[in-house]
């Protein structure tokens, strides 16, 4: 719902901020890395995306928040969940992570982003790492200003992705589905002014 090389004034080369194209994921996947002051609360919208409406048609807006790099606006994040949601057991509820992206960023980066902020949730093999960066691969095409990328949890293991709309991958792993989704919900985020937005604590 959160990966890639952002296209963002000069970052002077370094593979850090060249990292920072999505924000993560998000959901990932995922630029996760913030920056002092970078994090602005938005004001709800009330409007459910299309691909909420057959599968989570309850579903109301928990908190929204906008990263910013360098004062550039790089994504949206919403959160999506039915009543009942708790922040501390995120992944056994079903909820819709949205990101709506201002600004052209490379899907395959943002695959490879996300792994780098799910490993910061907690550990997994290699053969994990490689089978996930596939299938995030497939679901995250590039994006451009406008496009949205969301990622369905159905709080018992199955996520599905879409782009614009379109479902692009799915993956029945509970596992996966606690990672991916701790890049913005888990304490251990590199991002908690944005956890705490998204999850309405502040």
């Known amino acids: 719902m959160t990966a890639p090389q952002p296209r963002v004034p000069s970052a002077s080369g370094s593979p850090r901020r060249q990292a920072l194209a999505w924000g993560t994921a998000c959901v990932l996947a995922s630029s996760l890395i913030t920056m002092p002051n970078a994090l602005h609360a938005m004001t709800p919208s009330t409007e459910l ?7 989570l048609p309850a579903a ?16 949206e994040a919403r959160l999506w969940a ?56 497939q679901a995250f095409p590039d994006v451009v200003a406008q496009d949205r990328l969301l990622g369905l949890n159905d709080g018992q293991g199955e996520v599905r992705f879409f782009h614009n709309g379109r479902q692009t991958a799915q ?32």
Not at 49 to 55: D, G, I, M
Not at 61 to 68: C, M, Y
Not at 105 to 133: H, K
Not at 177 to 191: K, V
């Open 49 to 55: 995306p299309a691909e909420l409406r057959s599968t």
């Open 60 to 75: 109301r807006q928990v908190g929204t928040a906008v990263l910013r790099f360098f004062g550039l606006r790089v994504y």
């Open 82 to 137: 039915i009543n009942g949601f708790t922040p501390e057991d995120y992944n056994h509820h079903p909820f819709g992570l949205e990101l709506v992206y201002d600004r052209k960023l490379e899907g395959a980066a943002i695959a490879e982003r996300s792994i780098a902020e799910m490993r910061r949730v907690g550990r997994f093999t290699d053969e994990q790492a490689r089978q996930w960066l596939s299938l995030m691969k």
């Open 171 to 202: 993956i029945r792993d509970a596992e996966f589905a606690r990672l991916f989704f701790g890049i913005w919900l888990s304490p251990q985020t590199s991002a908690p002014a944005m956890r705490s937005s998204l999850l309405g604590l502040g």
